[in-house]
């Protein structure tokens, strides 16, 4: 049987945090641009659907314009008024491409699909399944902060010919 003492014991302790400190702390590589914007996309898409609107709207710079010529507290009205009202059960994103235009600059195109639901999945949308959908081209800029924001969008609401 092995005895440790205790001054073993709390250095074998203290190295142990060290390690654990060294591996938290390490530096991470940054994620490429089409990383950043697609995780971006698909927390604001989970927060929608959660019905969050703060977090969606914390991916939206004070400097958003859309092509309607909306700007971040209009997004966040008709946000309101789509997601909080309820009609939406599961929001879907299919398509989604984005587009390095500088290190702190990306693109992206991407289809949403609202529908009223139980499907958990895309393939799964029932033909008894009310849907909208819509295409939102636009852009995302890495702001001081580092966060990456949507500083602008087109969208145009999609035809059922062209969901898939």
Known sequence: MVTLSRSRVVGLALALLAGGLVLALWPRP???VQEAITRKIIQMTRAAEQKDIGTV???VSARF???QGWNK???RGVLVAQVLRGQWVRIFHTGLDVTEVSPTR???SVKFIFARSEAQELEQLARESVINAWLVEGSFEKEQDGEWRVVEARNRQLDPSELF
Do not use: I, R, Y
């Open 30 to 32: 940054e994620p490429s």
């Open 106 to 108: 990306g693109d992206f």
């Open 65 to 67: 314009k859309s092509g």
């Open 73 to 75: 507290e209009q997004v």
């Open 57 to 59: 709207m914390e991916g």
